[in-house]
């Protein structure tokens, strides 16, 4: 694609990074037919090929207006269009290139700002997000359904195992997810515990930084990033193996932790390390002698739903569903499972409407084949998909620590 960006900005960083990128476009039209919001609207500007005209326009000078960033907001950001895109076009990168300078230029109204505002300083922080939820809970029988739907039913955690190992990995306890399903985390440490792992959660670490950085406030987010790589760097100097993400949106975050710090001279190396170590824990069991679980063979069967951030942002196809069969689980088929599930971080409450039509779409398409249980990866996918759905959801490390024989889950 031919281009002709304007010279104040093709003459920065950012600006000679979007013009790479869209020269990559040949518009060839292939991301429309895997996009979730094209399949909905139908409209090309609700499509990768025409967001990526949207910020060309921006970029080359031409006006914008409050359209164009309906647009923009509307993409999920799923990634589904580079998986499908023969050119390689790094299209959430641009995507989030072209929202940042949108929000200068387009001031929204007083209610997106406040709500995307309330959202910056309530999700990414344990000690502001769980009392919320606590209160939620209290009082959902009085909220709006649209509100109360939103809310994680309680969840008692096993212990993490106590047992000392030679080998070490950190863990990231994303923000959401220790209140909305602590057992996940859990069922790693005493996964990896059998393997002779020890799991490890450094205390100061928090929000990977997606929520600020995907709402168009890169500094703030780089800020969430530099919180973290301080955190873990002295458990890594000491030998820590792996950063190990049990949530896949935040798995995609931090393996982006060096490109999005690259020009940061105090940072970047470090970063570089850090991306390098972070492994969803698909990864890390993959390279695991698994026997050693000595796992008791399971029938159940489990729709697995694959968060868009595993399979079309860490490219992981296949490991987790490898994983489980082998574990004696039986996988049904689930239609379109390239499709999103309509959480996408804030979508969901964002794009109400629009994550409600891709949450019914994908509820039938994992109930389609009578599962007993509904597996994922993501918190996000995990608290969306139990809103609209009777059959039980879980995060699948939870499914391979209940083959674990009794006696060693009481260990």
């Not at 919001?37 to 910020?55: F, K, M």
């Not at 390689?88 to 109204?109: S, W």
């Not at 820590?240 to 049990?246: F, H, M, Q, S």
């Amino acid at each position: 694609m031919q281009t002709s960006i304007v010279e104040n900005i093709l003459n920065t960083p950012v600006g000679q990074e979007a013009d790479s990128i869209l020269r990559r476009c040949v518009h060839c039209g292939f991301c429309t037919a895997t996009c979730p919001t094209y399949q909905l609207l139908g409209d090309e500007l609700d499509s990768p090929r025409g967001r990526i005209y949207l910020v060309k326009q921006l970029l080359e000078g031409t006006a914008v207006s409050r359209k164009t960033q309906v647009h923009l907001d509307r993409c999920l950001t799923c990634r589904s269009c580079e998986t499908t895109c023969p050119s390689g076009v790094n299209y959430h990168r641009l995507a989030d290139i072209g929202r940042e300078m949108l929000e200068q230029k387009v001031r929204r109204p007083l209610y997106e700002r406040l709500m995307r505002y309330s959202l910056r300083k309530i999700l990414p922080y344990r000690s502001r997000f769980s009392p919320l939820v606590k209160i939620g809970r209290l009082f959902s029988p009085l909220l709006p359904v649209v509100i109360s739907d939103k809310i994680p039913t309680k969840q008692d955690a096993k212990p993490w195992p106590v047992e000392k190992q030679t080998r070490s990995m950190l863990v990231l306890n994303a923000c959401a997810q220790e209140e909305g399903a602590p057992n996940t985390n859990a069922a790693a440490a005493r996964v990896l515990n059998k393997l002779g792992v020890q799991l490890i959660d450094a205390n100061k670490a928090g929000c990977c930084g997606a929520v600020s950085y995907h709402l168009a406030q890169a500094e703030e987010g780089k800020g969430f990033m530099r919180n973290n790589i301080d955190a873990w760097w002295p458990y890594i100097e000491n030998g820590a193996e792996a950063i190990v993400i049990t949530a896949s949106g935040c798995g995609a975050m931090v393996k982006e932790y060096g490109d999005v710090l690259k020009d940061d001279a105090e940072y970047a190396d470090k970063a570089k390390k850090i991306a390098a170590l972070c492994k969803d824990i698909s990864e890390v069991l993959s390279s695991e002698d698994l026997s050693l679980l000595h796992a008791q063979s399971k029938n159940t069967k489990v729709a697995f739903h694959s968060p868009c951030t595993l399979q079309h942002g860490q490219k992981i196809t296949g490991v987790v569903e490898g994983i489980l069969e082998k574990a004696g689980f039986s996988l049904t088929h689930v239609p379109d499972s390239h499709l999103c599930c309509g959480s996408a971080g804030t979508y969901s409450i964002l794009q109400g409407k629009l994550s409600k039509q891709l949450l019914g779409n994908k509820v039938v398409a994992l109930e389609s084949e009578q599962p007993e249980v509904i597996a994922t990866a993501n918190i996000g996918c995990h608290l969306h998909i139990a809103s609209g759905s009777n059959v039980p959801v879980k995060h699948w490390i939870e499914l391979l620590e209940e083959t674990l024989p009794q006696e060693q889950l009481e260990e």
